[in-house]
């Protein structure tokens, strides 16, 4: 697999976190009981910042997710504050580095819990029970760590049940209990936590849904594992550098150098999605952007485009089909990238169309609406393009193109879009809060800038239109996507701040695309 872009920040996951730190320990000599330490330290502060006054309690399982939430115990009790620390296990069957920390508390692992407080100060360290909570301004879940996946099972789910009943905020270790760190899948009950402390570098499942909704504010804690281990991760976060790779306007330019998008689509009714892309298009940077409607519409279209050129295709009652496909691909001798279904309608002629054009073309293209319908379960016909492709569904869109059920798009994302990435040999931009741009070869790149003003309807024609304006500048399509998709997050946001969450329509989201890339250029800049 080929690494990460530069403009990725890694996330990787438990197995490549294991490596790591594997590596951390056995080349470079770090003992784990001092990354342990660390990773402590870090999730004390975060507590004390999310409760700076009252009780503290801390649940631990044996593993090392319970280590890191036994040193926290210690070093917050050192601070002044009253500690509980509620063990899910025997203290015997802790084993290795917990068990240590658990010693440092005061308590043999060989010799039960203890009947009274050792010594005036200590922490109060029992058996969890739920009622234990009762009373504590903050509780830390350091039940399960990265490595476990599935539904918890016994006391782990007894004690996750307790602490999202607790009613206080919840600072996770590492990753929420009951969150998948590799691909945020929830099987079961998992923690909601208000902040997650995690240790070395983010997870994907802290990013990706539904894991991402149970994750809280999150917080990267530096545990002193050196630069250069030879584990590269597969997924990262879009950071605002994938911008700088999208060229600008140079001076010498024309409106020709700047790149040419085509958008087909509209039919009757349906206007409005391709006027959408087009606008996006040219407020994304593309110098000359061509509409390819039907004839009957033409009227319509030039109504609504007054920067935008419009060519009529041969139609039948509104709708584009068949018979355009010729004059479709031969729009597209010149170069450029075409943008194709927006508006384009379901009638079998016009899906004909999309995916008889969308074999032929020989320019970069985008797959949106029912240019995506037009392939359901036709992936393969996808595969066989020889210019660059990426499809951008939404998670009931992407169940068509797999012919799996939507809810379980929704609770495997990531796998959903590595899988049609892989099957399309496209990349694969699978659209929500948590928007994951997957490449055919397994490399994901994760969005993080949340925008709820986006979900509204035409702002996925927005984004066809800013990918499609990227892709006719040359830009690598895994590249391309990435940038086009932090754009539009930051565009939602600022059309957000100027007219209200609630009041945000498409329109503004394509009024902002100018000031968003300006706004992350200057942040990439810093």
Same mark, same amino acid.
């Given at each position: 697999?080929?690494?990460?872009?530069?403009?990725?920040?890694?996330?990787?996951?438990?197995?490549?976190?294991?490596?790591?730190?594997?590596?951390?320990?056995?080349?470079?000599?770090?003992?784990?009981?001092?990354?342990?330490?660390?990773?402590?330290?870090?999730?004390?502060?975060?507590?004390?910042?999310?409760?700076?006054?009252?009780?503290?309690?801390?649940?631990?399982?044996?593993?090392?997710?319970?280590?890191?939430?036994?040193?926290?115990?210690?070093?917050?009790?050192?601070?002044?504050?009253?500690?509980?620390?509620?063990?899910?296990?025997?203290?015997?069957?802790?084993?290795?580095?917990?068990?240590?920390?658990?010693?440092?508390?005061?308590?043999?692992?060989?010799?039960?819990?203890?009947?009274?407080?050792?010594?005036?100060?200590?922490?109060?360290?029992?058996?969890?029970?739920?009622?234990?909570?009762?009373?504590?301004?903050?509780?830390?879940?350091?039940?399960?760590?990265?490595?476990?996946?599935?539904?918890?099972?016994?006391?782990?789910?007894?004690?996750?049940?307790?602490?999202?009943?607790?009613?206080?905020?919840?600072?996770?270790?590492?990753?929420?209990?009951?969150?998948?760190?590799?691909?945020?899948?929830?099987?079961?009950?998992?923690?909601?936590?208000?902040?997650?402390?995690?240790?070395?570098?983010?997870?994907?499942?802290?990013?990706?849904?539904?894991?991402?909704?149970?994750?809280?504010?999150?917080?990267?804690?530096?545990?002193?594992?050196?630069?250069?281990?030879?584990?590269?991760?597969?997924?990262?976060?879009?950071?605002?550098?994938?911008?700088?790779?999208?060229?600008?306007?140079?001076?010498?330019?024309?409106?020709?150098?700047?790149?040419?998008?085509?958008?087909?689509? $509209?039919?009757?009714?349906?206007?409005? !999605?391709? @006027? *959408? &892309?087009?606008? %996006? #298009?040219? /407020? +994304?940077?593309?110098?000359? =952007?061509?509409?390819?409607?039907?004839?009957?519409?033409?009227?319509?279209?030039?109504?609504?485009?007054?920067?935008?050129?419009?060519?009529?295709?041969?139609?039948?009652?509104?709708?584009?089909?068949?018979?355009?496909?010729?004059?479709?691909?031969?729009?597209?001798?010149?170069?450029?990238?075409?943008?194709?279904?927006? $508006?384009?309608?379901?009638?079998?002629? !016009?899906? @004909? *169309? &999309?995916?008889? %054009? #969308?074999? /032929? +073309?020989?320019?970069?293209? =985008?797959?949106?609406?029912?240019?995506?319908?037009?392939?359901?379960?036709?992936?393969?016909?996808?595969?066989?393009?020889?210019?660059?492709?990426?499809?951008?569904?939404?998670?009931?869109?992407?169940?068509?193109?797999?012919?799996?059920?939507?809810?379980?798009?929704?609770?495997?994302?990531?796998?959903?879009?590595?899988?049609?990435?892989?099957?399309?040999?496209?990349?694969?931009? *699978?659209?929500?809060?948590?928007?994951?741009? +997957?490449?055919?070869?397994?490399?994901?790149?994760?969005?993080?800038?949340?925008?709820?003003?986006?979900?509204?309807?035409?702002?996925?024609?927005?984004?066809?239109?800013?990918?499609?304006?990227?892709?006719?500048?040359?830009?690598?399509?895994?590249?391309?996507?990435?940038?086009?998709?932090?754009?539009?997050?930051?565009?939602?946001?600022?059309?957000?701040?100027?007219?209200?969450?609630?009041?945000?329509?498409?329109?503004?989201?394509?009024?902002?695309?100018?000031?968003?890339?300006?706004?992350?250029?200057?942040?990439?800049?810093?």
């Amino acid at each position: 697999m080929t690494a990460l872009p530069s403009w990725a920040d890694p996330l990787p996951d438990a197995q490549a976190m294991r490596a790591t730190d594997a590596w951390a320990i056995e080349d470079r000599g770090i003992p784990s009981l001092e990354l342990m330490e660390r990773a402590g330290r870090g999730l004390a502060r975060v507590v004390a910042d999310a409760a700076p006054e009252g009780v503290v309690a801390i649940v631990c399982g044996k593993g090392n997710n319970g280590g890191d939430g036994l040193v926290a115990g210690r070093l917050l009790r050192e601070a002044g504050r009253e500690v509980r620390v509620l063990l899910l296990a025997e203290p015997g069957d802790l084993q290795g580095d917990p068990a240590e920390n658990l010693v440092r508390l005061g308590v043999r692992p060989d010799g039960g819990f203890p009947t009274a407080v050792q010594s005036p100060g200590d922490p109060v360290i029992e058996a969890f029970a739920p009622e234990r909570l009762a009373g504590a301004t903050v509780v830390v879940d350091a039940i399960l760590g990265t490595g476990s996946a599935g539904a918890p099972r016994g006391r782990a789910l007894e004690a996750i049940e307790a602490l999202n009943a607790a009613g206080v905020p919840v600072v996770a270790a590492d990753t929420p209990s009951g969150v998948d760190a590799s691909t945020g899948a929830v099987e079961g009950v998992a923690v909601g936590a208000t902040a997650t402390a995690t240790f070395a570098a983010a997870k994907p499942g802290l990013y990706i849904a539904p894991g991402k909704a149970h994750a809280g504010s999150v917080e990267v804690i530096d545990i002193g594992i050196p630069p250069g281990a030879p584990v590269e991760a597969a997924a990262g976060l879009i950071t605002p550098a994938a911008v700088e790779e999208v060229p600008r306007r140079d001076a010498p330019g024309t409106k020709f150098t700047s790149g040419h998008v085509l958008v087909c689509g $509209g039919s009757h009714g349906l206007t409005g !999605a391709p @006027t *959408l &892309a087009a606008h %996006a #298009a040219a /407020r +994304a940077g593309a110098g000359y =952007v061509t509409l390819l409607i039907p004839a009957s519409l033409e009227a319509t279209f030039e109504l609504k485009t007054l920067e935008v050129m419009s060519r009529a295709m041969p139609e039948q009652d509104g709708h584009l089909g068949p018979e355009a496909v010729d004059a479709v691909l031969g729009a597209t001798a010149r170069g450029g990238a075409l943008a194709l279904g927006p $508006g384009l309608g379901r009638d079998e002629g !016009a899906l @004909t *169309l &999309a995916r008889e %054009a #969308a074999r /032929r +073309a020989e320019v970069a293209l =985008v797959l949106d609406a029912d240019g995506l319908n037009a392939h359901a379960g036709r992936l393969g016909e996808v595969a066989a393009r020889g210019a660059p492709t990426v499809l951008t569904p939404h998670a009931g869109e992407l169940a068509r193109l797999l012919d799996v059920d939507s809810g379980a798009v929704a609770a495997q994302r990531l796998h959903h879009a590595r899988a049609a990435a892989r099957d399309a040999g496209a990349v694969v931009v *699978l659209k929500a809060d948590d928007t994951i741009v +997957a490449a055919p070869d397994g490399r994901a790149a994760v969005n993080a800038i949340s925008a709820p003003a986006l979900a509204t309807a035409g702002t996925g024609d927005v984004l066809t239109g800013v990918v499609a304006a990227y892709l006719a500048k040359g830009v690598e399509p895994f590249t391309a996507a990435a940038a086009a998709v932090v754009v539009h997050a930051r565009a939602g946001q600022l059309a957000a701040a100027a007219h209200g969450p609630e009041a945000v329509i498409a329109g503004d989201v394509i009024a902002q695309l100018g000031h968003a890339r300006a706004d992350l250029d200057a942040t990439s800049a810093i």
